[in-house]
């Protein structure tokens, strides 16, 4: 662990790091929130002019075009986040091995964000589906290229147990800032509607999120010189290699299993949230921010709590009390119309449940990562910490764009025997999605159950006691 002999990051200095998870929380965000529901409009969407420009309903083995789409965009996916990971961790570059990697990829990441929304055809085309299917792929690229490098930094950056912490909730809180800067479209949307019409109402909500977002992408970059904090010695390990060593770490296997199960069940949520409260909760689309910023606002109150909590409890036990948490919330969800409560009713009470498990899941998985990919630098004296946030990054890709190909086909549940300007989610579809979720959760909580922290944590503290890092 050669990098200690590089200086700490300052409190402020992780606050510009963490400035950049709010540029890219807000692209992929808007790429969650806004895919299904801009290419799969509601009827109440359509009357309001929507375009229907990529054909609904299935069309192969129970699987829509749209859920199609994001299947092969993870396929890619699949080569590229470990590509990336290894030429990271091996590159010689003499400003650092990660910051140039973000610098140049931030520019292309936004504006393929942009891209993805703007299909040529007004009408229900096959080349829109092309052209989604095209930019969705070089929005992941970039996305990997920036994303895969910043999340080794958090390994990198965090010298100690406080300061990985410190670091991993600065950082969810502006994951969390990011999100909610991608639901504003359902507020400033509807007030450009009349002037430019529908599609273009959000594709400007998009563009300025986007500038926004890379603003914040390209802050650390030029804020922080990475070289005079850590160590910058390349890995030698070609990518098959690095890669097979990541995945023969049996702790981290089972973190991946966990994790791969989370973000399938949150991003049903997320990108369901829109449909719950228009569809199930027969509420207005412009509630779903409010619901999303009272569930961030109020998450946010208990960050400060959460380290004392893994001071005295152990990150294992608290993510696996956030995904039991999230489970019961998305059991609620499930519930809407079965019990007789008015649709805010459920809203709140969701938004209540929901935003302890996300204060816990949102800061302490990524500290889990960094502390398995420290443990295998020491016991293997290799830096591969790129490699293990890639696969970290692919689980997360892959369990969103899983999510959305169920999302596409079980919303639909119900409607697909009608017209086609009819197919769209139903109040049916929407109580299996929120199942699904529940599921979901359930299974990532009873897998991480198999997690050795304790031997982890043992050797950690070892080689801190040894290198004079005690907490």
């Not at 910058?232 to 770490?249: D, V, Y």
């Not at 490699?387 to 549940?413: E, V, W």
């Not at 086609?420 to 109040?427: K, Y």
Request: hydrophobic content about 50%; charged content about 15%.
């Amino acid at each position: 662990m050669s990098d200690v002999k590089k200086r700490r990051l300052t409190k402020k200095e992780m606050w510009i790091f963490a400035i950049g998870q709010m540029g890219w929380s807000t692209l992929g965000g808007i790429i969650n929130a806004w895919l299904v529901t801009y290419y799969l409009p509601t009827k109440q969407d359509i009357a309001a002019g929507a375009t229907q420009f990529i054909k609904p309903g299935f069309i192969f083995m129970g699987l829509t075009i749209l859920g199609i789409i994001a299947a092969i965009c993870r396929i890619f996916d699949a080569v590229t986040d470990p590509l990336i990971a290894s030429l990271s961790d091996r590159s010689k570059n003499p400003k650092g091995r990660r910051i140039p990697f973000m610098r140049m990829s931030a520019i292309p990441f936004a504006v393929t964000t942009i891209i993805v929304f703007c299909a040529p055809v007004q009408a229900t085309s096959s080349i829109n589906s092309c052209w989604v299917l095209c930019f969705l792929i070089l929005f992941y690229l970039f996305m990997t290229m920036y994303c895969t490098p910043y999340n080794a930094l958090i390994s990198e950056f965090g010298k100690t147990q406080e300061d990985r912490m410190y670091i991993s909730t600065a950082i969810s809180l502006t994951y969390f800032a990011g999100m909610m800067l991608s639901y504003t479209p359902f507020v400033f949307a509807g007030m450009l509607r009349g002037a430019v019409g529908y599609s273009w109402s959000y594709r400007i909500c998009f563009i300025v999120l986007s500038v926004i977002a890379l603003i914040c992408m390209l802050i650390p970059t030029f804020k922080l010189k990475e070289t005079e904090i850590v160590d910058t010695k390349p890995s030698e390990s070609n990518m098959l290699h690095s890669l097979g060593a990541t995945f023969k770490n049996r702790d981290f296997r089972i973190f991946i299993g966990s994790d791969f199960a989370y973000w399938i069940g949150l991003t049903l949520f997320q990108t369901g949230l829109p449909f719950f409260v228009k569809v199930s909760m027969n509420l207005d689309e412009s509630l779903t921010m409010v619901l999303l910023g009272a569930m961030s606002i109020l998450s946010a109150c208990f960050y400060p709590i959460v380290p004392k909590f893994v001071a005295k409890f152990g990150k294992k036990k608290l993510v696996i009390t956030g995904f039991l948490g999230l489970a019961l919330a998305y059991l609620i969800t499930a519930l809407i119309g079965v019990i007789p409560l008015p649709g805010i009713v459920f809203g709140v009470i969701i938004v209540l449940v929901a935003a302890f498990p996300m204060a816990l899941l949102g800061i302490i998985p990524q500290a889990i990562v960094a502390d398995i990919a420290e443990e295998e630098a020491i016991v293997t004296t290799e830096n591969r910490q790129g490699m293990f946030f890639a696969a970290r990054t692919f689980a997360m890709k892959f369990g969103t764009s899983a999510a959305m190909l169920m999302f596409t086909s079980l919303a639909i549940i119900g409607t697909t025997q009608r017209p086609q300007s009819e197919i769209a989610p139903s109040e049916l579809g929407l109580r299996v999605v929120a199942i699904v979720a529940v599921v979901a959760c359930s299974l990532g909580a009873l897998l991480l159950h198999f997690y050795n922290e304790k031997k982890i944590m043992n050797t950690l503290k070892d080689a801190h006691k040894r290198l004079g890092l005690d907490e």
